[in-house]
């Protein structure tokens, strides 16, 4: 490495900041697969896997007063803006010590506080909410920059043309992460839309977009972080199509048989955990009981979290009705 290569490479901090965040959503999402299969969660479960060095690079450029909004599969997006483990997982089991209090359940994580608008089982539904977050900050004055994570399923809905073209109209510092996993269930890519490189959408209505490899959180960040910049300088909206690849079915109970092995097998070759592990090692120095370290100290945390959700107290049906009857 020359030495313009050397002052321009991330951190140790930064490489294990990465690393320990896609590693803490690779734990949640196959440990929570066991709680799901234990009879502890109820309703539906989609796990992040192979996703995560989306939620990873994107959060890691962004900063605090900013917002996130998420979609069905957002337990890695929730991590990686730093909820805390024990109330998502305390969400998970429907105890009262959740982020909703258990009502929200898995689709339903929101911090408004921290400036997590929320996980949400209505497809394409957080591209609106997200819009008008970024437009109540450019009202305040504020340089807040709002990311909606969204999917390629979702971009066929109304709402992501309409909502990103007010976006544009308006200038708003607003970035449309598509999380392109190329299957609406099961419907793949290629048969839901004629052009399969959906961040092209953007560039029709006037929107700067760009692709990235999804399973890299290092090139999401760089991308993201000059996205980022721009739209503080004014120069929003931006797109980003991440391209990705799930690890299994759209839901935990889907065995994903429509999905071709080979294609499975390429994009578990570029796993986006592997990716940053072998970056903290490659341009820190992190060595092999460093990386053991890190992932004995996330497994630790897991127990720790499920430990205080099964302690938590539950909801009654009581309570759940007057919840209900009050909203």
């Known amino acids: 490495m020359d030495e313009a290569a050397k002052r321009n490479a991330p951190s140790r901090e930064f490489l294990e900041k990465i690393f320990r965040t896609a590693y803490r959503i ?95 089982g209505i497809v394409g539904a957080g591209t609106p909410l997200g819009v008008g977050a970024a437009l109540a900050a450019q009202i305040r004055g504020s340089d807040a920059v709002t990311v909606t994570f969204t999917t390629d399923g979702a971009s066929n809905n109304g709402t992501f043309l309409e909502s990103l073209n007010l976006a544009a109209i308006w200038n708003l510092s607003f970035i449309l992460v598509i999380e392109n996993n190329q299957y609406a269930v099961s419907t793949p890519i290629e048969e839901a839309t004629r052009d399969p490189d959906l961040y092209k959408r953007g560039l029709s209505i006037g929107v700067e977009s760009h692709q990235v490899d999804g399973n890299d959180p290092l090139a999401v960040y760089h991308l993201t972080r000059e996205a980022v910049e721009k739209c503080r300088a ?83 049906p009581a309570e759940f009705r007057e919840f209900v009857a009050a909203y």
Not at 56 to 65: I, M, N, R, S, Y
Not at 73 to 87: E, L, P
Not at 244 to 258: A, C, E, L, Q
Request: glycine share 12%.
């Open 234 to 316: 004014g120069k929003g909206p931006i797109l980003i199509e991440a391209k990705t690849f799930r690890h299994m079915g759209h839901h935990v109970n889907d065995p994903g048989k429509y999905m071709p092995e080979e294609r499975l097998a390429y994009y578990k070759a570029r796993d986006p955990i592997d990716r940053a592990r072998t970056a903290l090692i490659e341009m820190s120095g992190a060595d092999k009981a460093d990386i053991a370290a890190i992932e004995a100290e996330i497994a630790a945390e897991f127990a720790e979290a499920v430990g205080f959700a099964k302690e938590s107290r539950e909801i009654t």
């Open 26 to 120: 690779r734990v949640f999402e196959t440990e929570g697969i066991k709680l799901y299969r234990q009879g502890l969660i109820r309703g539906y479960f989609h796990p992040y896997l192979g996703q995560e060095g989306i939620a990873t690079g994107v959060c890691a450029a962004l900063q605090e007063g900013d917002y996130i909004a998420s979609t069905h599969r957002g337990h890695g997006h929730c991590i990686a803006w730093g909820a805390d483990v024990k109330r998502m997982v305390a969400e998970l089991l429907q105890k009262e010590s959740g982020y909703c209090r258990g009502y929200g359940g898995s689709m339903h994580i929101a911090d408004i506080a921290r400036g997590n608008l929320g996980a949400n």
